[in-house]
């Protein structure tokens, strides 16, 4: 029995459509998992950065009270020292009687201002960590900043490809994706990869 042409060209046309409609469904699955993985580790990301910015602040906050007993310590210390050197001029011009009274005294604001400035130095010290702790952490931040941004491009430009069912431009989502994966992993597992430029750029 003899095929019609007209016949057989619909199901031409039907094998095609199936063949782009599995392609089409191919690309939309790779995009639908990379856009769930992408997810999952911007949620990740998210909880560890939230706790490095409150250590941040807890640093800052630490700082900044290390350096106001700083302060208070300081002004201690100078009362002691104006102390100190009034009863030193004075007790010359005292009797012998009063000196016993003059030399404790004088002793006793000199272990002051010296117990003052130990002190001070102290938190000096502890303020100057405080720093540090801050600066580590706010470099962490800023992975995790990097990260978050270039994950979001690749998110859109996942949307993009599922309407455009571009396979080229799913592979162009890919280079985010990469960078922002990178840059995440490097705050998680605190590598120090910090690409200046472009913190500076999004600062």
């Not at 030399?103 to 960590?129: G, M, P, T």
């Not at 952490?137 to 800023?142: G, I, L, S």
Request: charged share 20%; proline share 3%.
């Amino acid at each position: 029995m003899a095929l019609d042409p007209r016949e057989a060209i619909p199901a031409a046309d039907a094998a095609d459509d199936d063949s782009a409609f599995s392609k089409f469904r191919r690309l939309n699955q790779c995009v639908a998992i990379t856009v769930a993985l992408l997810a999952t580790f911007m949620g990740i990301c998210k909880v560890k950065d939230d706790n490095i910015v409150q250590s941040m602040q807890q640093a800052q906050a630490n700082k900044i009270d290390h350096w106001s007993f700083y302060q208070a310590r300081n002004i201690r210390e100078e009362v002691a020292k104006a102390a100190l050197v009034q009863l030193q001029l004075a007790a010359p011009s005292q009797p012998a009687s009063e000196q016993p009274k003059y030399q404790e005294a004088i002793a006793r604001y000199a272990r002051l201002a010296d117990d003052q400035a130990a002190k001070k130095n102290e938190l000096k010290d502890l303020a100057a960590q405080d720093q540090k702790d801050y600066d580590a952490a706010n470099f962490r931040d800023d992975q995790f900043d990097l990260a978050d941004a270039l994950l979001a491009i690749a998110i859109a430009l996942l949307a993009v490809t599922a309407l455009t069912h571009l396979w080229w431009l799913y592979a162009v989502a890919l280079v985010p994706t990469a960078f922002g994966v990178l840059m995440g992993l490097s705050g998680l597992a605190g590598w120090a990869i910090h690409p200046d430029a472009l913190i500076r750029l999004l600062s």
